[in-house]
């Protein structure tokens, strides 16, 4: 049967051989632990604690700033140390409540729930909220808020992205290998929010043993499917993911609602699954340490606020000088100069590469060759894009559907020459985006 798929789209090496067959393993944190206000989209959370309280793991420690926001919760129990501005993986420094690790991981008892089936979708809706649940794929989206669309009779397909599509990472394809259950819970979750949809696993094609473990999981269950996807990136993006599952084409103007999907993460729809059946908030993510220049490659489980560098030393430390740090992986990814910064909510990888593994080559001149155009998965023509950057022509960007692009960086990836295409249109982007802002709160 043909695989599913988009058009355009790019093969890059995957370097995923590095952690695919390494189980996932739980690493404790050994400093403090670090949570910043703004792990998502939309308004900091604030703290509700102050320094010198003493906190268990699983206590709320910030509160959530109104409907499209979230809030905290500690991972460990300790003393709150400071709460002071401190440097994440963006470089940027955030507001952030620091605290010092007892080593006793006691933790909060949790509110009986209801069995599931008494509870209401209001009712599960506001846990998911509670429990600070945002889009752990990299978004930060609030996923409450994502599960609560204007219309909700008109939602399909719920769709778990388990392509995974981004090379080197593997910390969905452990989940779902080592937790398969966890996944299914969240999204049969998910899909009973919502009177008329179905559930679809979207699985790439290199991920086959996952993919014929999941028929057989589901094979009585006629409301949850599974999709078999073609390897090639971005596949997980979600317009690409939208398209290759149902056929349905959405703009940058568009929500996944428009096209009556909602498409979530595969951690964050464990964390839906424990949040509405055991009351549990989110504490812990699956993180993927990897790259030619990690000594021992690895795929862990960690609690939220533990320092990447720690994560870099279980990993068995540098095997060798990396020529690049990358938060994520290497083509939504960016680089970071310094690892001591904190695991948050949307920390999947950190890929350390070796001069062998990063491109040196310096830009060159536009050869006119298309193949930009081929590779991009939105149809647009990025060169053009770079070359309105390039005369800083807003207008002629705008026209030739800028603001369409997804940032997958496969243009890039296949230029000849070089350019730093996706860099640049990302940089236009960023400005028409803070226009838009700035006009919609006038
Ligand atoms: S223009 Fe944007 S969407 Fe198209 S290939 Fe480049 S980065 Fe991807
Ligand atoms: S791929 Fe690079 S060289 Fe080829 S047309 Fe696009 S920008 Fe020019």
């Excluded at 609030?142 to 009779?153: C, I, M, R």
């Excluded at 103007?253 to 009351?279: F, H, K, M, Y």
């Excluded at 990358?326 to 590469?353: E, H, Q, R, Y």
Aim: aromatic content about 6%; glycine content about 8%; charged content about 25%.
């Amino acid at each position: 049967m043909a695989k599913l798929t988009f058009k355009g789209g790019i093969h890059p090496h995957e370097g995923k051989e590095l952690t695919k067959d390494k189980p996932i393993r739980e690493v404790l944190p050994k400093g403090d632990l670090v949570y910043p206000m703004s792990q998502h989209i939309g308004a900091p959370a604030t703290p509700i604690v102050a320094v010198g309280d003493h906190v268990l793991a699983g206590q709320k420690i910030a509160e959530a700033q109104g409907f499209v926001s979230a809030p905290v919760y500690a991972t460990v129990s300790g003393t709150v140390k400071a709460i002071e501005k401190r440097r994440v993986v963006t470089g940027n420094l955030v507001e952030s409540i620091i605290v010092e690790n007892d080593g006793n991981y006691e933790e909060v008892e949790y509110p009986a729930v209801k069995p599931l089936e008494e509870l209401t979708t209001e009712e599960k809706i506001n846990m998911i909220r509670e429990a600070g649940i945002v889009g752990m794929g990299g978004a930060g989206f609030p996923t409450a808020v994502k599960l609560s669309p204007k219309e909700p009779e008109k939602i399909e397909y719920i769709i778990a992205n388990c392509s995974e599509c981004e090379p080197y990472l593997t910390s969905d394809y452990r989940r779902m290998k080592e937790n398969p259950d966890l996944l299914l819970q969240g999204l049969r979750i998910a899909v009973g929010l919502f009177p008329n949809a179905k559930g679809i696993l979207a699985i790439e094609d290199n991920k086959q043993d996952v993919i014929d473990m999941f028929k057989e999981m589901v094979r009585d269950d006629d409301k949850i499917l599974v999709k078999e996807l073609m390897t090639k990136y971005p596949e997980g993006a979600e317009r690409m993911l939208i398209y290759a599952c149902t056929g349905r084409e959405i703009n940058s103007s568009q929500l996944p609602a428009d096209a009556g999907c909602i498409v979530d993460n595969v951690d964050t729809l464990v964390a839906v699954g424990r949040a509405v059946t055991e009351g549990k908030p989110l504490m812990e993510r699956i993180v993927t340490i990897t790259g030619e220049a990690i000594n021992d490659p690895c795929n862990f489980k960690v609690r939220i606020g533990t320092n990447y560098a720690e994560l870099i030393e279980e990993a068995g430390g540098f095997k060798t000088e990396p020529a690049k740090i990358i938060s994520g992986g290497p083509m939504m990814g960016f680089a970071i100069f310094d690892t001591n910064v904190p695991t948050t909510k949307t920390a999947s990888a950190m890929t350390c590469l070796t001069d062998a593994e990063v491109e040196w080559l310096a830009p060159t001149a536009c050869i006119n060759c298309a193949k930009c155009v081929e590779a991009c998965p939105e149809h647009l023509v990025p060169k053009n894009l770079a070359d309105a950057v390039e005369n800083d022509d807003e207008e002629r960007f705008l026209k030739e559907y800028g603001m369409e692009c997804c940032e997958c960086g496969c243009c890039s990836f296949v230029c000849p020459a070089k350019r730093h295409l996706t860099q640049q249109i990302k940089g236009m982007r960023k400005i028409q985006l803070g226009k838009r802002a700035a006009a919609a709160k006038k």
